[in-house]
């Protein structure tokens, strides 16, 4: 876990002990320096962090005769002429330390959040248009009534708890640092009652719940939604989890979307492209029309405002694209084919070498 060393530093002076201190004495100092200074019990203090690097640095060349030796001989722990190597690696001291357990007050077991719950709520393109209240339907637990969580026959006489055998904390004989655990059948407590017998000590008893969720008008696929307080239900007094639901939009038969705005797509004749027209388009309400002005190009795009998705937390709405795409007419009879050469005659080249010269 340690691959720098800095043979400028004072290895004695930073772990505040004498030259000829003991190898019983630099384990003293260090566990102390490093319950102190360790990086879990002083979150985001740049500070502790760096003392503890140099507080394991030093316990790491003292505590090693050889390290040590070439330390007080030649200055520097991997001998006369050493290249240093550096970089520091937090991991493993998990094992080491056990600091994420925090011993409880005596008599007060160590509460635990209750697990949230995900689930994919599937709804329709209509729905997520309107915002619609859903009932959903979630298997959860809820807190014991009976023993109130705490997983005991109320009023029953306590004895020692068989798992930590009443000490309330597990023991786990790593290195010097001895490591203990919150006893996970008594809670840290060391003493317990006969389990209650209707949640069999667990002090949280399944559910059938209902959740009836509102989601709001304009919902985009892939939202997240959290319901506060309806995940699985805390354990020793620990607070529930959340729910969270995972929302996927339906794709609609009539218009894309994308973010707060549709598009859809619509033919027009040849001629309507020409000489303009009125076409009718479908909005997510009903429908509306639109003025195709004269000379529309396929595929150029004719926006109506306001008639999109609605945009969450606003009262405002996205907008409705509509593509046109001209349709060229497959002319069968001579009589349209004339036309048609006659206005080629009159107009298309024209047309045409403006549209090539564009850039
Ligand atoms: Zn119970
Ligand atoms: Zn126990």
Do not use: W
């Amino acid at each position: 876990m340690l691959i720098c060393f800095m043979p400028s530093a004072d290895y004695y002076k930073t772990l505040g002990i004498p030259k000829n201190a003991s190898e019983d004495d630099i384990k003293k100092a260090y566990r102390k320096m490093a319950r102190k200074y360790h990086p879990d019990l002083n979150p985001g203090n740049k500070e502790a962090e760096s003392k503890f690097k140099e507080i394991t640095e030093a316990h790491e060349v003292l505590s090693d005769q050889v390290k040590r030796r070439n330390y007080d001989t030649f200055g520097d722990p991997n001998g006369p002429g050493a290249q240093s190597q550096c970089g520091f690696d937090f991991s493993g001291f998990g094992d080491f330390f056990n600091f994420d357990q925090r011993p409880s007050r005596k008599g007060h077991p160590t509460p635990k959040r209750g697990e949230d719950i995900q689930r994919t709520v599937h709804i329709s393109f209509r729905d997520a248009f309107q915002g619609v209240k859903l009932p959903i339907q979630v298997h959860r637990t809820e807190t014991c009534k009976i023993c109130q969580g705490i997983g005991e026959t109320p009023g029953a006489e306590k004895q020692n708890c068989p798992t930590c055998n009443g000490t309330g904390y597990l023991h786990n004989g790593l290195s010097f640092f001895k490591s203990r655990q919150v006893c996970p059948n008594c809670g840290g407590i060391g003493r317990k009652a006969p389990p209650c017998s209707e949640c069999q000590g667990r002090g949280r008893n399944p559910i059938h719940d209902t959740v009836t969720i509102a989601i709001p008008a304009g919902i985009e696929d892939n939202a997240k939604l959290r319901v506060a307080s309806k995940g699985e239900a805390g354990q020793r007094g620990g607070g529930p989890g959340d729910l969270f639901l995972f929302i996927r939009v339906d794709k609609d038969a009539v218009f894309e979307r994308k973010g707060s705005n549709l598009y859809i797509k619509r033919p027009i004749s040849f001629s309507e492209a020409a000489l303009g027209a009125k076409l009718e388009v479908p909005t997510p309400e009903s429908q509306t029309t639109i003025r195709i002005p004269p000379g529309t190009q396929s595929s150029s795009k004719l926006r109506i405002k306001n008639q999109g998705m609605p945009i969450p937390k606003s009262n405002q709405r996205g907008d409705l694209f509509v593509e046109i795409q001209v349709v060229t007419p497959n002319i069968q009879d001579e009589r349209s084919k004339e036309l048609l050469r006659e206005l080629a005659e009159i107009n298309d080249h024209d047309l045409i070498s403006n549209e090539r010269r564009k850039p």
